[in-house]
């Protein structure tokens, strides 16, 4: 979840929002009472933050199931929503909040996130395979790694810029590090002959 939306993890939703096509392939809102079954079989999801750390407000962000099983923001939502309903009915409630069976509340910390990104670098040895030193990955690399994979797949960068929520281009910086991607075949294009003039601007 903390990949598809850019690590929101700290924000708090002022607002979730489950949607499911109606029979005309409308997206409807779900009910506050829809079902365990219907929630996580919601075809689309809305986040509206309360506030960020940019001091962004009530930015909304929307991401649509992508048919998987885990790795699917719409569920990973689901799943959180239909925990914390089953302890809380706190609209303030963080995502991160989890309750254990004997309904004590825990939050999952900056700090737990920042090891588990590492557990996971470490386990998919980032070092070898990849020539990135674990120390590296932070929790920042969620925010970096989701604008490079929407890059990468070819989304405009007014796309990258609403799904990450920046309100300027500081966001282009973390694309730079993916380079190597982009400039794939670029000499073997450039060393084509062309029949062009440059003229120069006056």
Known sequence: MAFYFYYVWANTPSKIEETKKDHRGI??????????????????????LKNQKNGWKGVCVSHH?????????TKAVGRRYIHI??????????????????????????????????????????VGTRGIPVDKIDTHSLRI???NALSLNGYS???????????GDTFLEYIRESLADFSEGMSKSMSKLFGFVSLEAG
């Open 27 to 48: 997206l409807r809102m779900l009910p506050r009472n829809a079902s365990e079954e219907d929630i996580l079989s919601a075809d689309a999801v809305t986040l509206k």
């Open 145 to 147: 790694g989701g604008a």
């Open 85 to 126: 309903k089953k302890f809380t009915a706190d609209p303030n409630t963080f995502l991160s909040a989890y309750f254990e069976e004997d309904g004590l509340r825990r939050d999952v910390k900056d700090s737990d996130m920042r090891t588990a990104l590492k557990v996971a670098a470490e386990a998919l040895d980032y």
């Open 65 to 73: 199931s992508n048919g998987e099983e885990y790795n699917n923001p």
């Open 157 to 167: 960068k007014e796309q990258i810029q609403k799904m990450g929520r920046w309100r």
